[in-house]
Nanobody
Framework: QVQLVESGGGLVQPGGSLRLSCAAS????????MNWYRQAPGKERELVAG???????NYADSVKGRFTISRDNAKNTAYLQMNSLKPEDTAVYSC????????WGQGTQVTVSS
């Protein structure tokens, strides 16, 4: 069964950090681009960060310098390290894998609030 399972979300104060994980099962993600998207209530889903199979990365302007995407192909997992979190980062964060096929995880809630 193909799955992407996100974890690591939660409630954090402004300025805090969280590390999200996206564990793939049922397929090998080594050839897949891995992406993190987020969707806040009442807003469109947006691409936060992506990493290619070769390790190239891209980020939304709103998170550059604060978020870092990485991958560990041996663990079939992608990560999103989020630092200096702001209330406007509050959203459901979802993992996406794209190559010959496209897979989505169910998402994990991130809430930034004091």
């Amino acid at each position: 069964q193909v799955q992407l399972v996100e974890s690591g979300g939660g409630l954090v104060q402004p300025g805090g950090s969280l590390r999200l994980s996206c564990a793939a099962s049922g397929f090998t993600c080594i050839n897949y681009a891995m992406n993190w998207y987020r969707q806040a209530p009442g807003k469109e889903r947006e691409l936060v960060a992506g990493i290619t199979s070769a390790g190239g990365t891209n980020y939304a302007d709103s998170v550059k310098g604060r978020f870092t995407i990485s991958r560990d192909n041996a663990k079939n997992t992608a990560y999103l390290q989020m630092n200096s979190l702001k209330p406007e980062d509050t959203a459901v964060y979802s993992c996406n894998a794209v190559w010959m096929f496209q897979f989505w995880g169910q998402g994990t809630q991130v809430t930034v609030s004091s």
